[in-house]
């Protein structure tokens, strides 16, 4: 598969202010010794440092820093590295703060900053004049010609590489140069900054740098001046962020020299939301120049699971094992209470639109129906005459006492009336009258199983046209890839309120309830059933306990959700999801995780027709299969191509 990981550098080196030789060799020091990543980018003004003051006034500083970029620029040579550095640049009449973009052991091109500060601590016009109206020049030093402007972009054609460069104030403005420069076709955009540190400025620079990453679908690299500026009046952090796509997958504040803020960013998912995400649009009509550079991936450029997934681990790249739930603490039970918000709200207002208040509900004693009780619950907040009828329909042989009980306990604490309904004899009599035996026949026996799932929906279904209410649905996001429903069983309803939820985060929203509601009697039935194996429970029981256990037969929902989140989120191929499974799951072997990437892919082809007529249901996360919403597959495509991917690059 094509590689499309590109490690990338924020370097904050030892320096010294004015002494443009010691900081000129830290940088090449820095260069050689990171010579693995496609980009490295430095501070502002770093082969000068940013605090010379009217030492900015003087020729042997200006003259010296002008020549140290070609000896810097060397180190780069037959490599595929592209370093930034800064330094002040003389331009007819006046200096820039400019960035110098240096591969190829060549001087590639000078950017300079468009948003000179003079306020407050920043006194930058004294010394430095805008880029902002310089488009199209180019500056002769050492006798070459070189590209000069804010029109500029640094290409690498055979990784897909794109980068803009702005420099510190720039991102702090409204029409920030990385806007303008993202929509002309830009993935990655370096910073080079020089901002001081004050109490709470940490925050809301991070802010600043992860909303830009999102709103312009790009990595973004963000190196600031260190420690070692001078400290006459400001202190400096060093403060280091690599973000992408919104999210902030590096960072480091107040660190040792030399430090280095390495990483791994993902083109091919960059790539992916800007072409998903149709509302971005491309600037045709810019008139950016695109000079090339070399920005090489980490690692080969073709890779087969291995070796991806020995990049991944290499770089230490941050990834979930669960990207459905968020790392524990105060978020994670934050965005569980914020979800439930989300469903009961939906939930109210089908409610509020039918004219309808009167709720049905089929309560297993699993996860699933829990938190659909939970949401119809918290509706009844909403809207206080909503009347919650739960049953509870229990096969002889099959419902264990264990889930039995922890049904009737769940439906006293939280239904308006509560009944069980026995379905043994009515299974009995319709299998009769197929022709099919009684009992369970074994394994694959899914007439058995189904008449089971069928006569449940059936009954709540008569039951809501005798009560004139809703049947509310139960079954999960994961159980709609795989198809692991009853078509016209648990995969009807009237409302499907967990229809967008994952099953590995249906269990935190439960046990996070728990731990809120304020009810010890309602908390401990609600972690029971998070503590009870995943089973539908339609098949005879073990001595009365639980036999048929959903995760042997279909694969652990865990590594099943993985999959699917990559698949639907960031359009990964599977073999590239396997990969990322092998490094996020370093307990399997690449042949389990294969087999389970197989499993998944044949079972989320050949499902699709359950989910062409899926009932109404809110969509809560990214991350959703409505057929009239984000998901929308023909029931006949194959999976043979997507199975094809795994074969070959194993």
């Known amino acids: 598969m094509k590689n499309n990981l590109i490690a990338v550098s924020a370097v904050v080196p030892p320096l010294r202010v004015a002494d443009v030789k010691y ?12 010579a693995d990543s496609g980009i490295i980018l430095f501070p502002e003004l770093s082969t000068t440092g940013y605090t010379c003051g009217d030492l900015f006034e003087s020729d042997l500083l200006l003259e010296a820093a002008e020549k140290s970029v070609f000896t810097i620029a060397k180190a780069t040579e037959n490599t595929g590295v592209t370093a930034v550095v800064g330094l002040p640049l003389r331009f007819r009449n006046s200096l820039y703060n400019c960035g110098a973009i240096l591969s190829e052991g060549k001087v590639k091109a000078f950017i300079p900053k468009t948003f000179i500060p003079n306020y407050a601590e920043f006194y930058e016009c004294r010394w430095f004049a805008s880029g902002k109206d310089i488009k199209g020049e180019s500056i002769t030093l050492r006798g070459e010609e070189l590209p000069f402007g804010v029109d500029i972009l640094a290409e690498d054609s055979d990784t897909g590489a794109v980068m803009g460069t702005e420099i510190c104030e720039d991102l702090w403005l409204p029409d920030k140069p990385s806007t303008h420069a993202a929509l002309a076709g830009a993935n990655i955009i370096v910073n080079l900054s020089a901002s001081d540190e004050l109490i709470g400025k940490q925050e809301y620079r991070s802010q600043l740098v992860r909303q830009q990453s999102g709103a312009c679908y790009c990595a973004y690299i963000y190196a600031s001046s260190g420690t070692q500026e001078s400290s006459t009046d400001l202190v400096f952090s060093g403060h280091s962020i690599i973000a992408q796509n919104g999210s902030i997958i590096s960072e480091s504040i107040f660190p040792d020299y ?16 800007r072409r998903k995400e149709n509302t971005f649009e491309n600037d045709t009509t810019s008139s950016y120049r695109r000079v090339k550079v070399s920005i090489q991936t980490a690692g ?44 009961a709200n939906g939930l109210a207002t089908r409610v509020r639109s039918a004219g309808i208040k009167t709720l049905l ?45 922890n049904a009737w306990s769940l439906m006293k604490l939280l239904a308006d009336e509560s009944q069980e309904i026995p379905i043994g004899e009515s299974v009995k009599l319709h299998l009769s009258q197929l022709g099919h035996a009684e009992g369970y026949q074994g394994e694959e026996d899914v007439t058995y199983e189904n008449a089971q799932a069928r006569m449940r929906t059936y009954l709540l279904m008569d039951a809501a046209n005798m009560r004139q209410g809703l049947v509310i649905g139960t079954g999960d996001l994961s159980e709609l890839a795989l198809g692991w429903c009853t078509y016209n069983g648990d995969h009807m ?18 046990s996070s309830y728990a731990m809120i509601c304020g009810n010890d009697e309602l908390k401990k039935v609600l972690l029971s059933i998070c503590d009870t194996p995943i089973t539908p429970e339609l098949t005879p029981n073990a001595d009365g306990k639980i036999a048929q256990m959903t995760e042997k037969k ?82 006949d495509a194959k999976a043979s191509l997507w199975l094809q991917d795994l074969e070959s690059a194993s």
């Not at 967990?498 to 439960?510: D, E, F, G, R, W």
């Open 258 to 273: 030399p430090h280095v803020e390495k990483t791994l960013v993902d083109l091919g998912l960059i790539m992916h939301d």
């Open 554 to 635: 279909i694969g652990k929902y865990d590594l099943n959700d993985f999959f699917l989140f990559y698949t639907l989120r960031y359009g990964f191929e599977p073999s590239r999801s396997a990969a990322y499974a092998l490094y996020a799951y370093p307990e399997l072997t690449e042949k389990e995780v294969i087999e389970a990437a197989k499993n998944f892919f044949k079972r989320f082809f050949s499902q699709q027709f359950k989910r062409s007529c899926l009932p109404d249901g809110p969509k809560v996360g990214s991350v959703t299969l409505s057929p009239r919403g984000d998901w929308r597959m023909p029931s």
């Open 493 to 510: 309803s009237m409302y499907a309120v967990n229809a967008s939820v994952p099953k590995t985060l249906v269990k935190y929203i439960c």
């Open 361 to 405: 509900i089929g309560i297993s004693g699993g996860l699933d129906s829990t938190l659909a009780l939970l949401v119809c619950a918290e509706a009844r907040k909403i809207i206080p005459d909503i009347h919650i009828i739960a049953y509870t329909m229990p096969n002889e042989g099959n419902t264990t006492e264990h889930t039995l009980n």
């Open 300 to 343: 080969t450029k073709e890779a087969g699971i291995p070796e991806l997934t020995a990049i991944l681990k290499k770089y230490a790249y941050p990834m979930a094992r669960n990207p459905f739930v968020l790392a524990e603490g105060v978020a994670r039970e934050a965005r569980c209470r914020r979800i439930l918000q989300i469903q």
């Open 23 to 34: 900081n000129t060799e830290e940088i090449i020091s820095a260069i050689k010794a990171h």
